[in-house]
């Protein structure tokens, strides 16, 4: 064995020890941050996420039995309405193009100046064609991929904790073209993630509003005004209160729906007991928007808006649940006749929606499956009588 000068090997155990270092400042320089809110789960979309679960599923039971998002998209419709009561107008669909594509699990929301942004990229490119796999997320939605992370379900391994994932702003959309779309989309105002997270996608352009919590505090409404005995409070933050009534929260929504104008909490606290005595006794009533221009005149019982109403606005039964009707409905609409019956509906032949409006579960004796859910008009697989029976 050769014995090295005393100086010499000094020498290189200081140039092994500086080579070590740099090494390991160049794996930490190019390791993925952890950091919740920065990097996130991308959705799974192994099925629908629905066909299995009960009209009355729980999320809890979603969770269990599916490993699509979209199995909570009822509850999460009611979410997007709900922060649209609190912050007006802040969220907006993403309507149809020919060039985007979508997944089953995609929530097809943004906040609108980049919901505006995006359909100015596509429309300038109509000869790309663009896969989103993921957009917007609800509390709701990110309840599942977080539960699913900790489960390591569903091959989801790392999920931010609801809340605080960069998906719940509005904001974020997550498309595995990021390098055919990068240089369109960022001229419009995205910021691209970078190798760290190289699908998503990140509006930081002018308009956008802050909406970290809201999608949380319109759960919060949501469920106090569905519970008035087990209140929780109305903070926006994600807490054990807030997470255990997720849980137990129907996946196809609560009976009532959004409630614009509706008062916050009176507890302070996500201790649901912490003011028992405050507690009301029944659900607030749904007060009934006002703005628009549009008016009830000669239009009640009508599922149409109302004439040149600006925001749409409507002078049907549903507008109260639905948190829409115009602001003279009750005026207008309380002492009017109601419009005659529509003529009746010939029996389907085929599976019905007959008692299933809503529910996020297959029509008995489907094959292939059809749905009597307002997702069925976008994803294209309605049952034949479902705009006649529930009326979308």
């Not at 009209?55 to 419709?77: K, R």
Request: aromatic share 6%; glycine share 8%; proline share 9%.
């Amino acid at each position: 064995m050769a014995i090295f000068p005393t100086a010499l090997t000094t020498a290189c155990r200081l140039l092994l020890l500086s080579s070590l270092l740099a090494l390991g400042s160049c794996v930490a320089a190019t390791a993925p941050p952890t950091e919740e809110g920065e990097v996130d789960a991308t959705e799974p979309d192994l099925d629908r996420g629905r066909a299995t679960l009960t009209a009355n599923a729980t999320v809890t039971e979603a969770i269990n039995a599916s490993c699509s998002t979209s199995s909570v998209q009822g509850l999460s419709e009611q979410i997007v309405a709900q922060m649209n009561c609190i912050s007006p107008n802040s969220m907006a669909a993403l309507p149809e193009r020919a060039n985007v594509s979508k997944s089953d699990a995609t929530f097809a929301y943004m906040q609108s100046p980049a919901r505006d942004a995006l359909v100015a990229a596509l429309d300038a490119n109509p000869s790309k064609h663009l896969g989103i796999n993921s957009m917007f997320r609800t509390v709701a939605q990110q309840f599942v991929l977080y539960e699913w992370s900790k489960k390591k379900k569903c091959g989801v391994a790392l999920a931010a904790k609801p809340g605080s994932s960069n998906h719940e702003s509005g904001l974020a959309l997550d498309t595995s073209q990021h390098a055919t779309w990068r240089t369109a989309l960022e001229s419009r105002g995205f910021k691209w993630f970078g190798s760290k997270d190289k699908v998503h996608f990140d509006y930081v352009g002018s308009g956008i509003a802050n909406l970290k919590g809201v999608d949380v505090k319109a759960f919060q409404m949501l469920w106090n005004v569905n519970h008035p005995q087990d209140k929780i409070a109305e903070d926006g933050q994600y807490g054990p209160a807030t997470a255990a009534r997720l849980a137990k929260s129907p996946a196809a929504g609560f009976a009532l729906g959004s409630t614009c104008g509706a008062p916050p909490a009176d507890s302070p606290s996500d201790n649901p007991n912490e003011n028992p005595s405050e507690l009301p006794e029944t659900a607030p009533e749904a007060p009934e928007p006002s703005g628009s221009t549009g008016s009830c005149a000669n239009h009640c019982g009508s599922a149409e808006p109302a004439p040149s109403s600006n925001p749409n606005c409507y002078c049907d039964t549903a507008c109260s649940s639905n948190g829409d009707c115009c602001a003279d409905f009750s005026a207008v609409c309380a002492a009017s006749t109601p419009p005659p019956p529509p003529p009746p509906t010939p029996a389907p032949s085929g599976p019905s929606c007959s008692g299933l409006c809503g529910s996020s579960a297959a029509a008995p004796g489907s094959d292939p499956a059809c749905y009597c859910d307002v997702s069925c008009v976008s994803l294209g697989d309605c049952c034949s009588d479902a705009v006649s029976i529930c009326g979308f």
